[in-house]
């Protein structure tokens, strides 16, 4: 039996609960402090890949989450002005062949609660309207505006790209988040509305994600809630408040940034009667995840917040939880802590960072001019190489791509959905416990 730990973890969102989930199964209290009045994903549908499904199994909950999702055949790039597909990714069931999990669709709200359902039956402790006015380092402290202080044997920052925590374990350094020159619209429209227009309705019948990719646009959209709904995520020159999901936004400025875009989805975009608006904004690579005294880390968006052009802010959130949890498992003493989660950010570090690079350099990919450029990336994309079926995420030259399209990228792809988070935290906590230099695997140099 090891020792029971007081951990506290700031931040209720999907990486902050999904934490608590792999933290309290380690056998450790575990307190949530949100600083919301109730819990709430602002937002739609959000892509599940096959590194973070293969966590939720771990954990016994991916049957939970298969009434509430959608299985999307294939992820298709097309052409912004005509809707020609120019590469496509196959994801079902081809993903389950190749690195044995799926990927599937879901609304935010649904993740969110099922991560809380679950969190809440093991035994987590959520507390909302829990504020926080300032962490301390030395005695391991969250004070909240109301005054209240909550002490614990370590704090996990996991409150976001404008965190508080951040401020403590980095003490001497501003670190302000890197706003894209681009913002998102985030929309539905429901079945009943698409179905009524016969020139449309067949995109509810389109059970893939689709990308129409043009010069600084792009519309990621798709149908989710099984069937119900049909959700547009669709990224523009511009700006909106930092961290913000739910400014109003303006329809008659939505649709006029894709005005040149094909008819279809613009015939989409005019069912559309709300949308929200949000800045599209990163974070530098911090100089530490890990405060000074080594009992404060930070994971997720707080530590590599990253562009949504891969779809894996949430899955870098959710491994990040979940290798903190294989880390915790029969510590014997708290002065194990510093190391701990030094070898956590040893573990995590290089991977979030280069997926994190990979989420900015779509950025410059998907949103070329027409030209020269745009025609080569196109053409590249419809080659689609092909991943070896054998191959999973042994492959170490991530950085050299021979897509353009990086989720079919013969290197990227198995190392992107390839890979198991418990399973290299438990490799690296078994070198540890063998008094050897760590070794971890499958992680690229930048």
């Known amino acids: 039996m090891g020792k029971t730990l007081d951990v506290i973890i700031v931040g209720g969102g999907l990486g902050g609960l999904a934490t608590a989930i792999a933290v309290k199964r380690a056998g450790h209290n575990v307190i949530v402090l949100e600083g919301a009045k109730q819990l709430s994903e602002v937002g739609a549908g959000i892509q599940v890949p096959p590194n973070t499904s293969r966590v939720l199994d771990a954990w016994g909950l991916l049957d939970r989450f298969k009434p509430k999702v959608a299985w999307p055949s294939k992820i298709n790039m097309r052409r912004y002005s005509t809707g020609e597909v120019i590469g496509s990714t196959p994801l079902k069931p081809t993903m389950i062949e190749r690195y044995g999990y799926p990927y599937f669709l879901i609304h935010r709200a649904d993740y969110l609660q099922l991560l809380y359902d679950a969190a809440m039956e093991i035994g987590v402790s959520v507390i909302l309207d829990a504020r926080v006015d300032s962490v301390d380092d030395t005695s391991v402290t969250v004070t909240l505006e109301s005054g209240t202080v909550y002490k614990g044997d370590l704090i996990v920052g996991a409150d976001g790209i404008r965190s508080k925590v951040r401020l403590t374990v980095i003490p001497d350094e501003v670190i302000l988040p890197k706003k894209s020159t681009n913002c998102a619209y985030r929309a539905t429209v429901p079945v009943e509305v698409m ?48 961290g913000q999901w739910n400014e109003p936004g303006n329809l008659d400025e939505m649709k006029h940034h894709y005005h040149k875009f094909d008819p279809a989805i613009q015939r989409v975009l005019e069912k559309v009667s709300g949308c929200l608006k949000w800045t599209l904004a990163d974070l530098p690579v911090l100089s530490q995840w890990v405060s000074p005294s080594g009992r404060i880390v930070l994971i997720g968006d707080a ?32 002065d ?22 990979g989420s900015l350099d779509n950025a410059d990919i998907w949103h070329m001019p027409d030209g020269d450029d745009q025609i080569a990336r196109d053409k590249a994309m419809k080659a689609e190489v092909e991943v070896p079926s054998n191959r999973k995420e042994e492959v170490k030259n991530v950085n050299q791509l021979e897509n353009p399209n990086q989720w079919s990228d013969p290197n990227f792809q198995p190392w992107l959905f390839g890979h198991d988070a418990i399973a290299t935290a438990k490799r690296a906590l078994a070198e540890r416990r063998r008094n050897t230099k760590p070794q971890v695997e499958h992680t690229a140099s930048l």
């Open 336 to 357: 194990e802590i510093p190391e701990l989660l030094h070898l956590f950010e040893k573990i995590r570090r290089p991977r979030a960072e280069r997926i994190q690079k």
């Open 195 to 242: 179905r009524a227009d016969p020139k449309i309705a067949h995109l509810m019948d389109d059970l893939n994600s689709n990308c129409w990719i043009g010069y600084r646009r792009h519309i990621m959209a798709y149908p989710m809630r099984d069937g119900q709904l049909y959700n547009l995520v669709m990224s523009h020159p511009g700006e909106a408040a930092v």
């Open 303 to 334: 530590a590599h917040a990253m562009l949504p052009y891969l779809a894996q802010g949430a899955a870098q959130s959710i491994e990040d939880g979940a290798t903190l949890g294989v880390l915790l498992s029969n510590v014997q003493s708290t």
